[in-house]
């Protein structure tokens, strides 16, 4: 299925492109120390965290708590995952497929 993003454009392309060429995680450190403020970076990872929790159940309470986002950014998350691009439960399937595999192969 392809998806046409709100936001597609030749300049994030190239973007794009340029991130999936990173193999491995400090290549990825690198890049994005680089391309992001410190803030930036850390903003994103938090995000991906509430998704992580929001995906898990968790309430907003524990959220806020252990993540140290706000309600409001919990809440974004919230509304991008059910109701967005997809993108969050895209990654997040793929790593419980992962996990799967994994423990598939630990089990062999």
Request: with cysteine.
């Given at each position: 299925?392809?998806y046409?993003?709100?936001?597609?454009?030749?300049?994030l392309?190239r973007?794009?492109e340029?991130?999936l060429?990173?193999?491995?995680?400090?290549?990825?450190y690198?890049?994005f120390?680089?391309i992001?403020?410190?803030?930036?970076i850390k903003?994103i990872?938090?995000?991906?965290?509430?998704?992580k929790?929001l995906?898990?159940?968790q309430?907003?309470?524990?959220i806020?708590?252990?993540?140290?986002?706000?309600?409001?950014?919990?809440s974004?998350?919230?509304?991008c995952?059910?109701?967005g691009?997809d993108?969050?439960?895209l990654?997040?399937?793929r790593?419980q497929?992962?996990?799967?595999?994994t423990?598939e192969?630990?089990t062999?």
């Amino acid at each position: 299925m392809t998806y046409n993003s709100r936001l597609k454009s030749e300049i994030l392309d190239r973007l794009f492109e340029a991130i999936l060429l990173l193999e491995t995680k400090e290549e990825c450190y690198r890049f994005f120390e680089d391309i992001c403020t410190i803030g930036e970076i850390k903003t994103i990872a938090q995000r991906w965290e509430v998704a992580k929790m929001l995906d898990q159940n968790q309430t907003y309470t524990d959220i806020v708590e252990k993540s140290g986002a706000s309600t409001a950014t919990v809440s974004r998350v919230k509304r991008c995952l059910f109701f967005g691009a997809d993108g969050y439960r895209l990654v997040l399937n793929r790593l419980q497929e992962r996990k799967v595999e994994t423990r598939e192969n630990e089990t062999e």
